[in-house]
């Protein structure tokens, strides 16, 4: 720490004398004539050697490393679209000039201009005839020191994050052309991309707890959305029959490696589709993606193989308990055997929790993790799908899938229920089994209700975390990793 002060002592120093000797610190004033990927791509086009007889480029950007020779100097240069070296001679760029240039410190944004060369080493180069100080860095850069390593310190610096590891800005790029790809590839069939309110009267469209504030001029509490659902159904009832949004969700709930309180997602709808055709609809649109984004669909992810190549396996939740959990059909049949297994495996159960509800627990501890390549898991239990349509030859089973990859769900989808009398029972049911440690009190949505009773078309819906998404595609262990600026605890001391 007393090193890091005696810097930042010294950094302000250079800064004084700079501004001492009349540099604008904070310049507005220059403009780089093209981006330093495009040097490069202009440097290949023609070829051949370069020797400081083409034209000459302005380029700006942050100074990365340098290396001081007395009268000259090498740099690294690196703006948003790539890094290049720069030569800095005393005798071409003038003794005030360079003077300014040797108070620089890596970290400072800087403009230089001037034709390309190729040095003895083989590495292109732009020889600076024109030095311009930009923005002065007051702090270090990590790598001076010990290194950005820590993982809290870089998600809390995202922005130095970004600055010192490539790789993570790579990410995020891959994480915006993913989400370009999801519009893309929904527009092109139709579907309308719409916004829906991210404050809801009544919390609900999912089971979770909300975050709650208060509107002061309509004196009502309101709730950040947990999901979009109910409202992108409305729109279903008002005639618009292929709708999307990609959009926040909210959710007061713990922080892991896959859960962040504020996350993205994906919800789309499509009038007169069942649940079987957003299946085939979302192992195209996904494999799709991923030979855009990564090349192939034979992706590695945390050291495991995983086969995006469609089709995509099936199962019942049923089938998937028996053969990859390994529970006998029979015992999956009798509610007292399989309360029995679950409680052998540590499962705690509610007395009111339903057969459903048992087979979901055993789902969820004996079978997620081991779904690697991608497995849809179909005819999950009607009481834990209060939003699905009953399945027409099984009532005790809805019309739904989750999509699980590498162990984790990706996506959750089934064909809507738009009967407003089955809808309201199921609503009710799910108000008088609340538990007693739900701190909201669940509500009757009777808007919603009364939207349902003017009459929505057959329909499927779907939700698609994009930050697992992308986890899944850039091979990231943990959401923060694809969320520039996740949710941590405060800093404990001022830095």
């Avoid at 071409?92 to 108070?103: C, L, N, T």
Wanted: net charge negative.
């Amino acid at each position: 720490m007393e090193e890091l002060n005696q810097v930042l002592l010294q950094r302000r120093q250079k800064a004084q004398e700079l501004a001492d000797l009349g540099v604008d610190l904070y310049a507005n004033d220059y403009r780089p004539s093209c981006a330093i990927r495009d040097v490069l791509a202009k440097a290949e086009e023609r070829g051949d050697s370069h020797q400081g007889d083409g034209p000459e480029y302005a380029i700006a950007g942050r100074i990365m490393t340098v290396r001081n020779f007395g009268k000259a100097a090498f740099l690294h240069l690196q703006d948003a679209s790539g890094r290049i070296q720069v030569y800095v001679k005393r005798d071409e760029v003038g003794d005030e000039a360079y003077a300014i240039f040797k108070k620089l410190d890596i970290g400072d944004i800087a403009g230089f201009k001037g034709p390309l060369f190729t040095t003895k080493t083989g590495e292109l180069s732009i020889a600076a005839t024109v030095v311009k100080p930009i923005t002065k860095s007051l702090r270090p850069l990590p790598e001076k020191f010990h290194g950005l390593t820590d993982v809290e310190t870089r998600y809390r610096q995202r922005y130095v994050d970004l600055i010192v590891n490539p790789e993570v800005k790579d990410t995020f790029k891959k994480r915006v052309e993913i989400i370009r790809l999801v519009r893309d590839y929904l527009n092109n069939r139709g579907f309308m991309e719409v916004e829906t309110p991210m404050m809801h009267p009544i919390a609900g469209g999912a089971t979770a707890k909300p975050f709650q504030t208060h509107h002061n001029a309509l004196d009502m509490t309101l709730y950040l959305r947990i999901a979009p659902e109910l409202y992108l159904k409305r729109l279903l009832v008002g005639g618009f029959e292929r709708v999307f949004e990609i959009n926040r969700n909210f959710r007061n709930e713990g922080l892991s490696t896959r859960h962040n309180p504020e996350f993205t997602m994906l919800e789309f709808y499509q009038a007169y589709a069942t649940y079987h055709d957003l299946m085939d609809l979302t192992e195209e649109m996904i494999s799709w993606i991923a030979a855009e984004v990564v090349g192939t669909t034979l992706i590695t992810y945390q050291g495991q193989e995983v086969d995006l190549t469609p089709p995509w396996r099936r199962y019942t939740m049923d089938e998937a308990l028996t053969a990859v959990a390994g529970i006998p059909i029979d015992v999956l049949a009798d509610p007292v055997r399989l309360r029995q297994t679950a409680m052998d495996h540590g499962i705690s159960l509610d007395a009111s929790a339903g057969h459903g509800k048992v087979k979901t627990e055993l789902f969820e501890l004996l079978v997620e993790e081991k779904l690697i390549d991608p497995t849809f898991i179909t005819a999950y239990p009607t009481e834990i799908s209060p939003l699905a349509r009953r399945n027409q030859d099984d009532p005790t089973v809805t019309d739904r899938f989750e999509l699980f990859i590498t162990g984790r769900e990706i996506a959750n989808a089934f064909s809507e229920l738009n009967d407003p009398i089955d809808q309201r029972q199921r609503m009710e049911k799910q108000i008088a089994n609340r538990g007693d440690d739900e701190e909201i009190f669940p509500e009757l949505d009777a808007d919603f209700l009364r939207a349902l009773e003017y009459g929505m078309p057959p329909a499927a819906g779907q939700g698609i975390g994009i930050d697992r998404l992308t986890m899944l595609l850039t091979d990231s262990p943990s959401i923060r990793d694809v969320i520039l600026f996740p949710h941590l605890r405060p800093e404990s001391t001022n830095s």
